[in-house]
């Protein structure tokens, strides 16, 4: 079969890219390779971890089980897009406040789900919180301070009362 | 982990889509929310020559309600899990939509291919059985409406025709003493169902059962309505007596077969246990409502 | 000055989270050279045949595959084989051969990732399947198939170890008033840590220099292994540099050397392209290195009163095809004779006899501290079958036996010399903080309505820090560890280490150690590890032993500084050095708090006004040789409810105490215990990997390998106590595998205590719902 590339274009943190890509090249693949964006990772080959979540229109998505071609002419905001003018994100600076991290691996993919979570409830209880990360597997954290951390992002962006997409692409 | 190769196909509108199918002479599959035909490609256990791709298809994701239920089938579970008039008047919908899978797969997984990609360990067919619902089936030429009990015909199998996209699912209007459940139970959320049993109840005015809809979950090679289960419960008054006679009728007609979600007589024991309970919520539901 | 300077104790936040959080850590995967290319593998469906043929030509014909390499390619470079960092050998790729499921048979490499997986699916393989071992105990009758006809013993016993009194012990099992005794089988599980196992190996033909960047816990282990084994291909070790970047979790599974990364610098000094080897997450679980997989029968001798006297063990350890465990030499069984554990056995009696089958080869990567987790398992879930047999409540048989306080340092009847240790301080927190006796009187009322509900106790005893020179080594390497420092004319200080963190917090950590004995805030400190260029010579980081070894070594070259900076206060303070003393984190001098020198003035001056006759600078390096392990301990008390219908066992709540000696970050370490307890859960219920009689492994990839997510793990209570190690410069024991260890007893023990008066006595973990509810229907009280 010949390798016919498909055109797409899609927004990505904000930013306009276009690119030709195989069908079968995943999203995941084309952030990492095609965009050299690296903070979105694989960590599994069964949808079943969650590392690699992005934000695609605005819900949160396993970005290796989803075709690139599919994005074309979507929207999505990746772990890169989540501190603007060198402000972090609330849920930035609540994983590193309350210590939510260990080896960083699944991070990116677990603060774009809470992201997606507070946009969506901005005071989540905490088995909500379990709930909307039940799709993302930590090996270090044991998720308490993962936990506390959303709770943490939540309470500073309720505090500030700001609009709580930094920058809703 | 890698894909093979195949032609990507983004559907315009429907009649788009079926000459796409038509062209692919069975080689082709439909892409809808990808979350159970992806993984499938990844390990190169699906090949297709080419993906027809439903989602920049109008119109094909709705909830409406107009005396009877009527879902798209490109309608996402979360969208399911969270509307408010599926949570005030179908809650067996919700409680099903709610433990598919894990929270970010819902966020593009749909309803039409949770029915049609017809894997016995899926969860809306239990549900859907109970419910007595119905689907309706489109192609060039023309439509038709299936009772969900002839859609499902054997593992991965459903009776759609080759020709055929599953574009609608109806749910009938509740009756106004009714209610029920989807109780699943999972080795760990995200998992497939060790079994699941969804129990839909309808009461007379001296709240004897009139109607039962008892769907279970991966104890077969579909998903089966418990047909003896839903028999010993018309006409009681769903008592323990019956309750008990009902969910071991269910547990009778499940055919689970052992693997790593346990061993076979387990899968039969989790179906009682889970049918008693499922009855007792449904029946808490269409006594006083949700 | 305290709270800025970050020193020990303080909870200081993370240094390394700036780049995590923004998505720019660096792990291999993210590594891209110019030119590099893909190496992919095809492995094998059988675990036991002879390869017949493999035919290559369909994915040579692949566009974009560059090469395919099989066993034979690899003989005339005598990488065919390779050593285990346990004396063995083991295949890179076979040549006639196939020894488990999912073996690497071949290698395909490639301009890109997706052509080298379709070259990878396009090498055809002719096999004649042979009879296969699983059973480990099958693998060692008389008559069994030999597995490794390349040992010169042609028997599937890898090894027998034993240690103790054997005469000594059998006698008091002979006279004593009671004795229990059970079968435990502890299945094989795999740490899979998120990031899976990778490197990128770029050979420069014309320097000679490979540069490797690799999930390697023991970067410079590696490069002496890469020196040793390819030396022939013209590596030498002062051309070889590893790089262990940001590691997405190790746990023990990145300290062995996997094939694929033989390969990949195999085919990158063929070719002088950069090849990048990135497994996926079937391979990981189905090929990398697993642990446990023991099947312990053991047995505890004692006093009708409840006082333990005797502990007798007998294992057959299941390694799979190849020995590639990564204990220490002298130790084929780890540290698995801890199992006396927290008790002051007077006779003991352990022996263990390592088996060959046809599964992939390891043992001991799960975060487990050199068979700790299994020694600590036995003894505890032991001490519960003796507490059930004799009636008495297990706290307080716990509590009756512990080794005290004033026995420590306290020589084991196995040989180990435990450095400090309260057991009952720990236990007895954990009970009031659980309110043991509120629960144990819930339980009373809650059997008389049959509802099922259990308490389960671990106070395990850790053993970490490999360890001192006389009896450690990995393939011949001692097993010190290094801490370099060197400050800078402004007061800012680099430290070294050769051990590599994989999310502990090393770069804040150790900075925090430097801070505390050098007064340089911890803002003011690089740490860096994982580069064999400019690191000093470790052993890694795994089993614990970071804090117990390169702490130690960090300490004592802080202390060189120290020791340094005295006399060049001493000079700018116009003072006798015997009247300087280091004090409130300065130099000053005795009875003249006034006249001091802070160690940023020393620093510069030790590069601008010096005493004539010393040298310049200011640094130091040590290579620490611990004198003795270090001995972590800890209480866990879990309460479970069992659904008497389904089999299922809910966790209400878990209390965690813990010593680890002094504490560095109270934070870091509350989340090693966290992380810890959710991985002795996790065997505990839901993680095996399992066989059938053919060799197909049962569970291997995520959706049948169970990791827990959050909604399976309770919201961890933790507490601690401090008994410093007496023989650690700062007092440090170590806390990584701690609740790994400690855990997966507490939880059994609580669903057994749930069962107890149904007459059950053991369970083997994982305690699946199914394995409940059988119990519940033979004892005639399931729903």
Known sequence: ?169 | MIPPRFDYQPARDLAHAFQLLAQGRGEAKILAGGQSLIPLMRFRLASPAALIDLNRIEGLAYIKENGDLRIGAMTREYELETNGTVKARYAILTETAAVIADPLVRNLATVGGNLAHADPANDHPATMLALRASVVAKSAKGERVIPIDELFVDTFQTSLRPDEILTEIRIPKPASQSGGTYLKLERKVGDFAIAGVAAYLTLDDRGAVKSAGIGLTNVGSTALRAKRAEAALVGTTADEKAITAAAAAAAAESQPTADLRGPADYKRDVVRVLTARAIRRALARAKGGS | ?783
């Open chain 3, 1 to 783: 000055m305290g709270a800025e300077l970050g020193g020990i104790g303080r909870s200081v936040k993370r240094k390394e989270d700036a780049r995590f959080i923004r998505g720019r850590g660096k792990y291999v995967d993210d590594v891209k050279l110019p030119g590099m290319v893909y190496l992919d593998i095809a492995r094998s469906p059988y675990a036991h045949a002879k390869i017949l043929k493999i035919d290559t030509s369909k994915a040579l014909a692949i566009p974009g595959v560059l090469a395919v390499i099989t066993g034979n390619d690899l003989v005339p470079l005598k990488l065919a084989w390779m050593p285990t960092l346990m004396g063995d050998q083991q295949m890179v790729l076979p040549t006639d051969t196939v020894m488990y499921q999912s073996q690497e048979v071949a290698a395909v490499v490639a301009t890109e990732r997706y052509i080298a997986a379709d070259g990878a699916a396009a090498i055809e393989v002719e096999y004649e399947p042979l009879p296969v071992i699983v059973d480990p105990k099958k693998a060692l009758l008389p008559d069994a198939f030999v597995l490794r006809p390349d040992r010169k013993e042609k028997s599937n016993r890898i090894w027998h170890w034993e240690t103790g009194d054997k005469a000594g012990t059998d006698e008091v099992f002979r006279k004593a008033d009671v004795t229990v005794k059970e079968d435990i089988y502890i299945p094989r599980i795999h740490v899979s840590s998120i990031e899976t196992c990778g490197i990128v190996a770029s050979f420069d033909k014309v320097e000679g220099q490979l540069t490797v960047w690799m999930t390697t816990q023991a970067p410079h282990a590696i490069r002496t292994v890469i020196a040793l084994v390819a030396g022939h291909l013209g590596l030498a070790e002062h051309k070889i540099r590893v790089i262990s970047p940001d590691i997405g979790g190790g746990f023990g599974g990145k300290v062995p050397v996997y094939p694929g990364y033989v390969l990949a610098i195999g085919a990158s000094v063929l070719t002088g392209l950069p090849v990048k080897w990135v497994e996926d997450r079937s391979e990981n679980i189905q090929a990398d290195s697993f642990a446990r997989d023991y099947h312990i029968t053991a047995e505890v001798a004692a006093k009708k009163d409840g006082t333990v006297e005797a502990l007798r063990v007998k294992t057959i350890a299941d390694h799979g095809a190849f020995d590639a465990a990564a204990n220490p030499s002298k130790f084929p069984a780890g540290l698995f004779h801890i199992i006396t554990g927290s008790y002051p056995f007077k006779k003991a009696f352990v022996e263990v006899d390592g088996a060959y089958t046809n599964k992939p080869p390891g043992g001991i990567a799960y975060r487990c501290s050199f068979r700790v987790t299994e020694a600590a398992f036995t003894i505890e879930r032991l001490m519960d079958v003796l507490a059930i047999k004799l009636k008495r409540d297990p706290a307080e048989l716990r509590l009756q036996n512990f080794i005290q306080p004033a026995a420590f340092p306290y020589r084991s009847a196995l040989g180990w010399e435990y450095d400090s240790g309260d057991y009952g301080k720990a236990l007895k927190l954990a009970m009031e903080k659980i309110d043991y006796a509120g629960l144990r009187k819930e339980q009373l009322e809650k059997r008389k309505r049959g509802e099922l509900m259990g308490i389960g106790i671990s106070s395990f005893t850790e053993i970490v820090g490999a360890g001192p020179s006389k009896h450690f080594d990995i393939l011949g390497i001692k097993m010190f560890d290094s801490c370099e420092i060197r400050v800078h004319p402004t007061g800012k200080a680099i430290v070294r280490l050769g051990v590599k963190s994989q999310g502990q917090g090393h770069e804040t950590t150790f900075g925090q150690i430097v801070a505390e004995e050098l007064g340089i805030p911890v803002a003011d400190i690089t740490v860096e590890e994982g580069d064999t260029d400019t690191a000093p010579y470790g052993l890694g980081t795994y089993a614990s032993r970071s804090t117990p070894v390169a702490g130690a070594a960090t300490a004592v070259a802080a202390r060189k500084i120290r020791e340094k900076g005295r006399l060049i206060a001493a000079h700018l303070l116009e003072a006798s050095p015997d009247d300087v003393e280091w004090k409130d984190h300065k130099y000053q001098v005795k009875g003249v708090p006034a006249k001091s020198k802070t160690m940023q003035e020393v620093a510069f001056a030790a590069y601008t006004n010096h005493p004539q006759g010393m040298e310049a600078g200011l640094e130091a390096v040590d290579y620490y040789d611990p004198p003795n392990l270090t001995y972590p301990f800890g209480s866990y008390i879990c309460v479970v409810d069992l659904d008497r219908g389904t089999g299922e066992v809910h966790v209400r709540r878990f209390v965690a105490v813990d010593d680890c000696g002094v504490v560095i970050n109270p934070m870091i370490v509350e989340g090693q215990v966290h992380g810890g307890l959710t991985m002795g859960l996790a065997p505990a219920l839901y993680e095996q990997i399992n066989y059938d009689d053919d060799g197909n492994i049962q569970g291997g990839n995520f959706m049948d390998y169970l990791l827990p997510t959050a909604m399976e793990v309770p919201s961890w209570e933790t507490a601690r106590t401090v008994t410093p190690s007496p023989h650690h410069p700062i007092g440090a024991k170590g806390i990584g595998e701690s609740a790994t260890v400690g855990a997966p007893a507490a939880i059994a023990n609580a669903v057994v205590d749930a069962l107890a008066h149904l007459g059950v006595t053991h369970i083997d973990i994982p305690i699946t719902p199914w394995k409940v509810q059988a119990i519940l229907k033979a004892k005639g009280v399931a729903e």
């Open chain 1, 1 to 169: 079969m010949a390798e016919t590339m498909y055109p797409i274009t899609l927004t990505v943190n904000g930013e306009k890219k276009e690119a030709e890509v195989e069908a079968r090249t995943l999203l995941v693949h084309f952030l990492r390779e095609n965009l050299s964006m690296t903070g979105t990772h694989i960590g599994c080959d069964t949808t079943s971890c969650g590392a690699c979540t992005i934000i695609l229109d605005g819900r949160p998505v396993k970005s290796c089980t989803v075709f690139a071609v599919q994005a074309n002419g979507r929207s999505l905001r990746t772990v890169e897009g989540l501190e603007k003018d060198s402000k972090l994100h609330a849920i930035q600076d609540g994983f590193h406040q309350e210590h939510g991290l260990q080896c960083g691996f699944c991070t990116p993919g677990m603060m774009m789900t809470a992201v997606a979570l507070l946009e969506r409830n901005a005071a989540p209880t905490e088995l909500e919180i379990r709930q909307a990360i039940s799709g993302n597997l930590c090996r270090c954290t044991g998720y308490v301070n993962i936990v506390k951390a959303v709770q943490h992002a939540s309470a500073a962006l309720r505090e500030a009362k700001q609009p709580v997409a930094a920058g809703r692409a």
